[in-house]
């Protein structure tokens, strides 16, 4: 009787050590690949950043000087109003493709992030985005001043990834983005009231993964609430130090990596 006793209890024993280094190795993986999705993010960025210095710095730059020489072109021809008018049409529409090209320049790298900070940023995001059949309203209650390098443009990223989808494929004429400063971190939310979708069929590919791989690599989530004929809510959270997470070693944002606590460090 006292051997079998001793074989339940070393069974119990081998067991549990077996289910913690299966749940160690789990938990290793994951924050390893955090960390390499967020050497990939990084790496991205830059290259984003780089493309878009050389867009404004050389390509732009030169439509400019176009535009300039087309208008003293047609302010010094000699010739019939209709070649003047051609001229200035073809100038106009060299101005055309600079402001598309600045546009496209903004979406690469967001430099008015670090000048006008995450809601504003946004809120000009939006204003770009809005025409005659969709206003997108900004609502920042209580939203901290300041917020880390990493964590504001991870927001800024999925807000204009969120948006991007809900002007294309939502059909609402209506987009609500809120910021919400909440007991247990921040949240971003963008809701509509369009056609909605049903979230496992894959709806916004890439973009949702996207989002998903932006937030994991700062401690965040995302989850999405949406229904046929029911509009879609995207939201995105950001936990406060000492809320759970998946992950429990990062290096900054407010994650320490020795308390096993996960989130900002909000005031």
């Not at 960390?35 to 710095?57: F, K, N, P």
């Not at 003293?72 to 021809?77: D, F, M, Q």
């Not at 700062?218 to 992950?247: D, E, K």
Request: charged residues 20%; contains cysteine.
């Amino acid at each position: 009787m006292a051997i079998l006793v001793v074989i339940v209890a070393a069974s119990l024993v081998v067991s549990l050590w077996l289910t913690l280094r299966i749940l160690r190795g789990k938990w290793t993986a994951e924050t390893e690949l955090a960390c390499v999705g967020r050497r990939l993010l990084d790496v991205q960025e830059a290259e984003r950043s780089r493309i878009a210095v050389e867009l404004h710095d050389g390509i732009s730059q030169q439509l400019a000087v176009v535009a300039l020489k087309l208008d003293s072109l047609e302010y010094r021809l000699v010739g019939s109003a209709r070649q003047r008018a051609d001229i200035g049409l073809l100038a106009q529409r060299v101005r055309t493709i600079a402001a598309d090209l600045q546009q496209v320049t903004r979406g690469l790298h967001p430099a008015r992030l670090n000048h006008l900070g995450l809601v504003s940023s946004v809120r000009a995001l939006a204003r770009e985005m809005e025409h005659d059949q969709i206003h997108i309203d900004v609502d920042a209650p209580e939203w901290p001043a300041s917020l880390p390098n990493e964590v504001a443009l991870s927001l800024y990223r999925v807000a204009q990834e969120a948006l991007h989808n809900a002007t294309k494929h939502s059909g609402s004429n209506s987009i609500t983005v809120s910021f919400r400063h909440e007991s247990d971190g921040l949240s971003l939310i963008v809701s509509d009231k369009g056609v909605g979708f049903v979230p496992q069929s894959g709806f916004g590919g890439l973009g949702i993964v996207s989002m998903r791989e932006r937030l994991r690599t700062i401690g965040g989530s995302l989850s999405i609430i949406a229904a046929p004929g029911q509009g879609t809510t995207i939201r995105a959270t950001v936990p406060r130090r000492g809320a759970p997470s998946r992950f429990q070693r990062y290096t900054g944002l407010g994650i320490s990596g020795q308390s096993g606590q996960a989130g900002l460090e909000l005031q």
